[in-house]
């Protein structure tokens, strides 16, 4: 299986912040890199695929970046709304794997 | 829109099966993309189960030893999972979601989850 590993776990920060996560695959995975965002109580949402696509309907402050084994995922001027944990997934193997999750808070 | 909803028994027994549905509305199952089942527990996290496509091919994940099986009713535009010798390891939120592939693979559509306790 190919292992996925997000830093930090939690980090703290405030609305307006720029706020960077790190997803680190155990293999080349190239760009078959995608984040979600999740919410208590809800599913998750795509934001970002194939590392550095925005879904549609996402606003442009989320970007994503990378290939290989290292990937982050930018959030310019975090928004209330923001708060939430986000999740890397890769698409490299059949054999679909995420990240343990990391989960944003307010300062 | 494209919608997905899960449905099930809340709480199985131990040992037991647990069958569980996902209605899809917005699209056809027929199309090209994939259908899978992804679940959430606080120990593992996310953890991709399985896939099907509109043909019935299925992939799942070897972790699950066997135990999964998945299958498409095309009348009703829904898919299903079932989920043998139920332990309390699968206690967990069970999720359907929609697999895209033409640009890369993704889980672009998702249900609300379905929250299924193994308890005696």
């Known amino acids: 299986d190919i292992q996925m590993t997000q830093s930090p776990s939690s980090l703290s920060a405030s609305v307006g912040d720029r706020v960077t996560i790190t997803c680190r695959a155990s293999?080349?995975?190239?760009?078959?890199l995608n984040w979600y965002q999740q919410k208590p109580g809800e599913a998750p949402r795509l934001l970002i695929y194939v590392a550095s696509n925005l879904q549609s309907g996402v606003p442009s402050r989320f970007s994503g970046s990378g290939s290989g084994t290292d990937f982050t995922l930018t959030i310019s001027g975090l928004q209330p709304e923001d708060f939430a944990t986000y999740y890397c997934?890769?698409?490299?193997?059949?054999?679909?794997?995420f990240g343990q999750g990391t989960k944003v808070e307010v300062k | 829109q494209v919608q997905l909803r899960e449905s099930g028994p809340g709480l199985v027994k131990p040992s037991e099966t647990l069958s569980l549905t996902c209605a899809v509305s917005?699209?056809?199952?027929?199309?090209?993309?994939?259908w899978s089942w992804v679940r959430q527990t606080p120990g593992k996290g996310l953890e991709w189960i399985g896939e099907i496509a509109h043909s019935g091919g299925t992939n799942d994940n070897p972790s699950f030893k066997s135990r999964v099986t998945m299958s498409l009713d095309k009348s009703k535009n829904s898919f299903s999972l079932h989920l043998t010798s139920m332990t309390a390891a699968d206690t967990a939120v069970y999720y359907c979601a929609r697999v895209e592939f033409t640009t890369g693979g993704k889980f672009d559509y998702w249900g609300q989850g379905a929250l299924v306790t193994v308890s005696s």
């Open positions: 293999e080349d995975i190239i760009t078959f």
């Open positions: 917005g699209v056809s199952l027929s199309g090209d993309s994939w």
């Open positions: 997934q890769q698409s490299y193997s059949s054999l679909w794997t």
